[in-house]
């Protein structure tokens, strides 16, 4: 009897962690819907009437609204590597969050460009927020056994909102689509209020009744596994000297550290120069080219639903297959697709014909779609939150940030004119190039991380003999213990 209702209250903890983690995850859908809102309110903005302003938006106009919102949050994310440990995760989700709400009001409320502008921008801070805080939240009220699911919950999340906007976006107007996605936010800032504060946050801070009764509600009750959680937190603190707020310096402080510093810069540039920029970008013309009727709203549409697909297929897989496997797999199909990609533009610049491989194009971009967002779009946050030591997993998490956010910048300002100098086919080949880059890294310096404990992780990139896999049947302290 004890040992059902045992398996009762571990069962109930779960429920309750992953309701923290879908309602922190509002402010992810938030930011995706900020994202979806330029597909279908930038041709509104370029049309003879527009919706705001006397004078439609030129072409560069529209490349800034992308590049306000990357250029804030590379500048958001610098700022917040010079914020300590001992800010509360809780209100940090919260405050981080604001913007979004902001934007929303300044496009409603927009008479000139400049209004829409200051909105992408205030998105892109409230964006490089929610991809620093989010992840560093669910994985601190997260178990061990669903810590990798969890964690792949934003990017889904995320990517049902870029889905949402689009969706919405084909039969609403541009301040009427705002108005109705400003309810995201505020039902954000309205539930969040119920959830926990970070119990390891509270340990750090030795406010450990307070970590207790967090952890109490994480647990649903269960005495045995707060008691172990607690004690397990403190003696990792302790050791690992948690309680002091971490400096740039201490990124280099050991072999494992550097390590996972390297991996979680190069994952994220690989993420953002492996292409996906690319084929959103000429998503409408490859629908075009298979002889395709429908509108561009409904090919971004399509585009995002299979993008949703793949997230959801990371979330299915990322606890089966493990985050390595998935990361390989994902590189290797971005590299196969761009070769197709480039194969054909090839043939057609060079006037042969090609009629009869009109499906190509779009089958390549479908195939892409999905491996990006099952792998590279997904894995790398849940990769970064789990390989370095805890007391230095926030500036690890905020340079990957910065380097995401860096080379979205310069990939959305500078692919058209990558295109002028290499033509199509050679920027798809490039692409590829950097695909296979991509593979190579993960199969040599990619650890598995599934189902492991953090310190048999940095023990591996230590380079000490490697630890067993911790397999969630048999680790029972796993399930227990509320920590990446």
């Known amino acids: 009897m004890e040992k059902r209702e045992d398996e009762l209250s571990k069962e109930s903890g779960k429920l309750r962690q992953f309701l923290a983690a879908m309602i ?117 009220i997260a178990g061990d056994s669903i810590r990798g699911f969890l964690a792949s919950v934003m990017t889904l999340v995320l990517n049902f909102g870029i889905l949402l906007a689009y969706i919405l976006g084909g039969v609403l107007s541009m301040r009427v689509l705002a108005i109705t996605l400003l309810a995201i936010p505020v039902l954000y800032l309205v539930a969040f209020v119920f959830m926990p504060e970070s119990p390891v946050y509270l340990v750090r801070q030795n406010r450990l009744h307070e970590a207790a009764r967090s952890l109490n509600w994480l647990k649903a009750g269960n005495n045995l596994a707060v008691e172990k959680t607690l004690s397990h937190l403190q003696l990792e603190i302790k050791e690992s000297a948690i309680a002091r707020s971490a400096k740039l310096s201490d990124l280099f402080k050991d072999r494992a550290t550097i390590k996972a510093l390297i991996i979680s810069l190069m994952l994220f540039c690989g993420q953002q120069f492996g292409g996906i920029f690319a084929l959103i970008s000429y998503s409408e013309t490859i629908f075009k080219m298979s002889g395709s009727s429908l509108t561009p709203n409904t090919s971004a549409i399509i585009i995002a639903l299979i993008q949703f697909f793949g997230s959801w297929l990371a979330l299915v897989l990322v606890e089966r297959a493990g985050r390595r496997l998935l990361l390989l797999v994902s590189a290797s199909g971005m590299c196969a697709c761009h070769c197709a990609m480039g194969a054909f533009f090839y043939f057609q610049d060079q006037e042969y014909n090609v009629s009869a491989f009109f499906w190509v194009p779009v089958t390549a971009l479908s195939i892409f779609m999905v491996v990006y967002s099952m792998g590279l779009g997904t894995i790398p946050v849940v990769v970064v939150s789990e390989i370095f030591s805890r007391d230095v997993t926030s500036l690890g998490l905020a340079m990957g940030m910065l380097m995401c956010w860096m080379c979205a910048f310069i990939m959305v300002k500078v692919f058209s004119d990558l295109i002028v100098l290499l033509g199509t086919y050679g920027c798809f080949f490039l692409l590829a190039i950097v695909c296979v880059c991509n593979l190579i890294f993960c199969f040599i310096m990619m650890p598995e991380t599934k189902g492991r404990l953090r310190e048999d992780i940095v023990d591996e990139l230590n380079g000490k003999s490697k630890t067993k896999q911790i397999k969630h049947i048999v680790a029972m302290d796993s399930e227990q213990v509320a920590h990446v």
Not at 40 to 63: E, F, I, K, N, R
């Open 24 to 140: 922190v995850n509002l402010s992810a859908m938030s930011y995706g819907t900020m994202i979806g809102w330029q597909s279908p309110s930038a041709p509104q903005l370029q049309s003879s009437s527009p919706p705001v302003g006397s004078v439609p938006m030129t072409d560069d106009g529209v490349s800034w609204l992308s590049g306000s919102m990357c250029l804030a949050g590379t500048l958001t994310v610098a700022i917040l590597l010079m914020i300590p440990n001992k800010f509360s995760r809780k209100r940090m989700c919260y405050g981080l969050t604001l913007p979004l709400a902001f934007s929303w009001l300044f496009i409603i409320f927009a008479t000139n460009h400049t209004h829409i502008y200051v909105a992408r921008g205030l998105s892109g801070i409230g964006g490089a927020g929610v991809l620093f805080f989010v992840p560093i939240y669910v994985s601190e």
